[in-house]
């Protein structure tokens, strides 16, 4: 059975530093592309980073300022977030990506606040 | 403003059928048959219902259908349920920068 199981999340301030973290089971993590994704408060889904092998993606609202990376020996897919603002403030999910466009599976979120 | 364009709210009485649109550009939905459609109810995460435009993942009932035609992808639920009533999310390629770009969302309410 595939699991994602956030974790990092946490209230910060404004300027501040926090690290996301995503521990894959029950498929073989080094084979597939993962992002994360964001709901603010309230509103839609905003994809907001993506890594497959060695290449990264990045939105424009957070290039810069986000780095994705993952860990295949120990399963687990991580987001630096730098420089957060208040506008950064949503439940961030990770993602596994199926063989083509979909993003099959997810987690459960983990809450990132940003706020002084 | 999201990238691609859904309708803010839909409704149906059960039994009924129902279509969401979500309309993007030539450089997202009308350039790559990379559509994916999102159910999402209060406090969940989202769940996948159709990926590259029609197909469905196993598991996901065949009253769930996608299609495209241009810049505009269609979610149709067949036979509507209350368990139905959710938020739907539409999602697609794009070959800016960004990679992958979600619709704002409809409201699913069935009566």
């Known amino acids: 059975e595939v699991q994602l199981v956030e974790s990092g999340g946490g209230l910060v301030q404004p300027g501040g530093s926090l690290r996301l973290s995503c521990a894959a089971s029950?498929?073989?993590?080094?084979?597939?592309?993962m992002s994360w994704v964001r709901q603010a408060p309230g509103k839609g889904l905003e994809w907001v980073s993506g890594?497959?092998?060695?290449?990264?993606y990045y939105a424009d609202s957070v290039k810069g300022r986000f780095t994705i990376s993952k860990d295949d020996s120990n399963n687990t897919l991580f987001l630096q977030m730098n420089s957060l603002r208040v506008e950064d403030t949503a439940v961030y999910y990770c993602?596994?990506?199926?063989?083509?466009?979909?993003?099959?599976?997810w987690g459960q979120g983990t809450l990132v606040t940003v706020s002084s | 403003q999201s990238a691609l364009t859904q309708p803010a709210s839909v409704s149906g009485s059960p039994g009924q059928s129902i279509t969401i649109s979500c309309t993007g550009t030539?450089?997202?939905?009308?350039?790559?048959?990379?559509v994916s459609w999102y159910q999402q109810h209060p406090g969940k995460a989202p769940k996948l219902m159709i990926y590259?435009?029609?197909n469905r993942p196993s598991g996901v009932s065949n009253r769930f259908s996608g299609s495209k035609s241009g810049n505009t992808a269609s979610l149709t639920i067949s036979g509507l349920q209350a368990e139905d009533e959710a938020y739907y999310y539409c999602s697609s390629y794009t070959s800016s920068s960004t990679l992958w770009v979600f619709g704002g969302g409809t409201k699913l309410t069935v009566l």
């Open positions: 030539s450089s997202d939905v009308g350039g790559y048959d990379y």
């Open positions: 993602a596994k990506r199926g063989i083509s466009s979909g993003f099959d599976y």
């Open positions: 029950g498929f073989t993590f080094s084979s597939y592309a």
């Open positions: 890594i497959s092998g060695s290449a990264t």
């Open positions: 590259d435009v029609t």
